[in-house]
Every structure is written in C-alpha cells, then in structure tokens.
C-alpha cells in the first residue's frame, strides 16, 4: 500500500508556540502522516475554525493535535468546547493531547475525557506519528 493511501487527509495542530507548530507541522510532512495541516496558533482560532467548517466533512481534521496550556482558550476549555459541535465534528475528530506539561492531575484529567484517544509529551516525534498510524486510528 502506497504511504498516501494511509495518510491521514487533515491534522489539526492547537498551540500558541509557533516553534513547536513549526516543529510539528515539519514532522507531519516529512512522514507524509496527514496530506494536509492547518496550524491555529489559539485554543479560540481552533474553535472558530471547526465552527466555520462543521458541516463540511472535507473541512474537518481526523486528528486534533491539542497543547494544554494555552492563554485564554486553554486544552480544558477547547475539550468543553468541542462537546457542543454537531456529530460529524465530534465523531471525525478525535484528540491527541500534544504537551510538554507532566502535571499528573491535568493528563488524568484530560486523558479521561472521551475525545482524547491519547497524550504524547512535546516534541511531536517520527516514532509518536507511527504508533498513531499503527493504532488505526
């Protein structure tokens, strides 16, 4: 099976560090893991963007990748959020918490919400994206 085949049509990168999206973004494309990534530098930007987009598919990312520490619109407040968004939204999307945050109370709290299919700790690695791809996600 040819990569294209198995990569993912639309990521979603959520970080207000535009060196770790720089980094990000890089790492996607150069393992060919998504054929397209919009990048929003705000917890607020992700949500105008899915909001402007929500109801049509080719728009909507397969993968959210979510920092949580964030001003203002943070992971937490993105994920309450996200709840609110039609059913096409909802089941398409699903989150990857991509932070560089080891507090246990917050990993537990966010790895325990249904959206949230998993946590990695910054830098979005080469190996990271692979076992992504491995899970079917």
């Known amino acids: 099976m040819d990569v294209n085949e198995m990569a993912i049509d639309l990521v979603l990168l959520v970080d207000d560090n535009d060196t770790d999206n720089f980094i ?3 790492i996607i494309e150069i393992t060919r893991f998504a054929k397209r990534v919009e990048v929003k530098s705000s917890g607020k930007g ?3 963007y899915l909001k ?3 109801n049509n598919p080719d728009m909507i990312p397969s993968i959210i ?4 520490n964030m001003p203002i619109v943070d992971g937490f407040v993105f994920l309450y959020e996200f709840e ?3 059913e096409l939204v909802r089941n398409k ?3 990857i918490i991509l932070s560089s945050s080891d507090n246990k109370r917050d990993i537990d709290k966010i790895v325990n919400n249904n959206h949230v299919i998993k946590f990695i700790t910054k830098p979005l690695t080469e190996v990271a994206l692979e076992e992504i791809r491995l899970s079917n996600i």
């Open 24 to 26: 990000s973004k890089r």
């Open 46 to 48: 992700a949500l105008d």
């Open 52 to 54: 402007e987009h929500q």
């Open 65 to 68: 990748f979510l920092d949580i």
């Open 84 to 86: 609110k968004f039609n």
């Open 93 to 95: 999307s699903k989150v």
